[in-house]
């Protein structure tokens, strides 16, 4: 009688299961990056921390000479400044290098590889590699957002923490979904990397009160460039601010808005593509 064979193919993973194993793969290589280079590490944790040691000053300073501004304390500006850098860091050390690398993956012809490998590309894309540096300045970020509301005496609810979180994604999403969009502009253009920049340079909007604006300027970043309500709104919820839930669907709204707009960005750019041999 002969042996049955009971020898079976390994199970293919699929689904969001697959991708959690291709990200995490991806963790793995941008740790063993990050360890090759130690002291770099080390040196971009220290200037990100003087940078935003530097802007609480900036406001301490400020506060010296007035109680408020546009009835904003001391304090609840210094918890904004806290969200604003901790939304900052986590979408730099996600997705920021990997927005700014799309026009050398064209230029180099590397985006040609890339598409023809059985994963989502715009997914490869965006999370090929992760920036640890940016996850020490976000913890830092949490313990300025600690301090400040110990000082307010702040005692939120489970919900308003919840909503703080669900909200800090949403600015991270409108922050990704809006640098992604022009970093597609390479798909027409030899490179783009001056105005992914210059829309980086515009977070530090997100760090001041939003009603220290007034007219077309604060329309502009509220519906044009979605700046001031990245860190407002969260923080807003969070220090009892907030009139109505409307800046919250906003904000909610705006960042499915903005994904949705980058997608069809996205696609159309790639169907307009010839490859970098063409």
């Known amino acids: 009688m002969n042996a049955t064979n009971t020898t079976t193919a390994p199970e293919i993973e699929t689904g969001p299961r697959r991708y959690l194993s291709i990200y995490g793969a991806l963790w793995r290589n941008s740790v063993v990056r990050e360890l090759m280079f130690k002291t770099n590490f080390l040196l971009w944790v220290v200037v990100e921390t003087l940078w935003f040691a530097l802007q609480i000053s900036f406001m301490s300073v400020i506060y010296s000479h007035t ?71 976000a913890g830092l970020a949490v313990g300025v957002m600690f301090y400040a509301g110990h000082q307010m005496q702040l005692t939120p609810t489970a919900w308003q923490i919840a909503g703080f979180l669900m909200l800090c994604v949403a600015g991270i999403a409108i922050h990704y979904s809006l640098m992604f969009s022009l970093a597609c502009i390479s798909f027409f253009t030899v490179k783009a990397q001056g105005i992914v920049w210059g829309y980086y340079n515009l977070f530090n909007l997100a760090r001041l009160p939003d009603s220290a604006f007034g007219g077309f300027f604060r329309m502009f970043f509220t519906f044009a460039v979605p700046m001031l309500i990245v860190a407002n709104v969260p923080v807003k919820l969070l220090a009892n601010k907030l009139d109505s839930p409307f800046e919250m669907l906003l904000m909610v709204g705006m960042a499915v808005g903005c994904f949705v707009f980058s997608e069809w960005v996205w696609r159309r750019s790639v169907k307009n593509y010839t490859s970098a041999s063409s």
């Open 67 to 137: 109680d408020t501004i546009a009835t904003w304390t001391k304090w609840e500006v210094i918890l904004l400044i806290g969200a604003a850098q901790f939304i900052q860091q986590i979408f730099h050390g996600i997705f920021l290098n990997n927005c700014t690398q799309l026009s050398e993956n064209i230029r180099t012809g590397k985006l040609d590889f890339m598409l023809l490998l059985p994963v989502n590309t715009r997914f490869l894309i965006s999370m090929r590699t992760v920036d640890l540096g940016s996850f020490v300045s």
